[in-house]
């Protein structure tokens, strides 16, 4: 079966951001289907594979694109998961439109080409506004941190006032104390990979949510520059490097990792970044031993691609040389510790002491 004998006959549409980002010339990575007037049965006889949890969604059997049929959705409970959804054949497209967050992202295209623009989205994309769709946004917490990491994606943009407000009741009302730490972390990753990420915490801050889900983080003017100028610098940039710097200016951020549950390699990148640029600062003309004990205490000779990393980002943060720090580190590697504990022979700690004795010595020289 072709793939365009698969979809032959259902009423099909692009929807959400694939429109969005081709009407805005940008590139458009997957497109997301609507059907209308379809049911489960049906998409399962054509060949699509049902994915869907709370509502259905099926993989097209050759493209393996996502295709939702249409719904509406009413709030049942609290935080993003407390809804019932309704997906009869008789839902209509702008129907399912009305429930989304954004004016911009509740267009369609449809398979013929034309604009589906019931709630006049393209106007608030061509004057760079976001605005919510109905008053139902507020009944989605999600929704405050997909907004913020929309800001962070399109610097162009800002928020209408209506829709700021909104999002100002949604925090005072205690609807964003639903979210789960998995959830925010999700969008708070993906707005540190885009081109403006202070963006994004501007406007947690500005609503209070950020007080809410992240109160740990302490967001000086510093650190906003630097997470915005990282994506830009030379720096080979990942979501490690891009937390740990931050929540550099935050003394709990121990308890801030632990309150998102973020990857173990972010929260160890987290400690050892704000670590090493504070040894730096307490030594900067630093002995043979402050040089050994940074790199016994960061793990660098079992892990020296980590440590390189980290001391190039705290140099680069800074301002200051990481050359000494990473030639502290050769000069320890150089150290056959294998030779030392075959002379010494099975003596554990005297082997430890004469290991550690001679990376001084190499530090030293």
């Known amino acids: 079966m072709t793939t365009q004998s698969v979809t032959s006959g259902l009423d099909l549409y692009v929807v959400g951001g694939a429109v969005r980002d081709a009407l805005l010339n940008m590139p458009v990575g997957d497109h997301d289907w609507l059907v209308v007037g379809a049911t489960p049965e049906e998409m399962e006889h054509r060949g699509?594979?049902?994915?869907g949890g709370d509502f259905p969604v099926f993989l097209h059997p050759q493209t393996h694109e996502e295709y939702a049929l249409a719904r509406t959705e009413r709030k049942s409970g609290r935080g993003y998961h407390g809804f019932t959804f309704y997906t009869g054949e008789d839902?209509?497209?702008e129907q399912d439109l009305q429930r989304r967050d954004l004016t911009v992202n509740a267009m369609a295209r449809s398979s013929k080409g034309d604009l589906i623009d019931p709630l006049n989205g393209l106007a608030d994309?061509?004057?760079c506004i976001f605005r919510h769709v109905g008053v139902a946004f507020k009944e989605d917490p999600v929704r405050i941190l997909r907004l913020s990491r929309f800001l962070a994606r399109f610097t162009e943009f800002n928020v209408a006032p209506e829709t700021q407000q909104l999002c100002v009741d949604m925090v005072q009302s205690g609807e964003v104390n639903a979210l789960v730490p998995?959830?925010?972390?999700?969008?708070?990753?993906k707005g540190l990979r885009s081109s403006k990420p202070s963006r994004m915490f501007a406007f947690l801050q500005s609503c209070g949510a950020q007080a809410v889900v992240m109160p740990e983080l302490v967001l000086t003017q510093h650190v906003l520059n630097k997470i915005d100028q990282l994506n830009?610098?030379?720096?080979?940039v990942e979501i490690t490097?891009?937390?740990?710097?931050l929540s550099l200016d935050s003394p709990d951020r121990v308890a801030l990792c632990q309150r998102l549950r973020v990857p173990r390699d972010v929260s160890d990148a987290t400690r050892l970044l704000a670590h090493i640029v504070n040894t730096w600062k307490k030594h900067p003309n630093p002995e043979a031993e402050d040089r050994?004990?940074?790199?016994e205490s960061c793990d660098a000779l079992r892990r020296p691609d980590r440590f390189i990393s980290l001391c190039q980002l705290a140099g680069w943060v800074t301002g200051g040389l990481d050359s000494v720090w990473q030639a502290a580190l050769f000069a320890a590697q150089s150290v056959d510790a294998g030779a030392i504990a075959h002379r010494i022979g099975d003596q554990t700690k005297k082997i430890r002491d004469a290991v550690r004795a001679a990376r001084l010595t190499a530090i030293q020289s």
């Open 48 to 51: 699509f594979t049902p994915v």
């Open 232 to 236: 830009q610098s030379a720096l080979a």
């Open 292 to 295: 050994l004990a940074l790199l």
């Open 182 to 189: 998995e959830r925010v972390w999700q969008e708070i990753a």
């Open 241 to 245: 490097s891009q937390f740990a710097v």
């Open 91 to 93: 839902v209509t497209l």
């Open 125 to 127: 994309l061509k004057a």
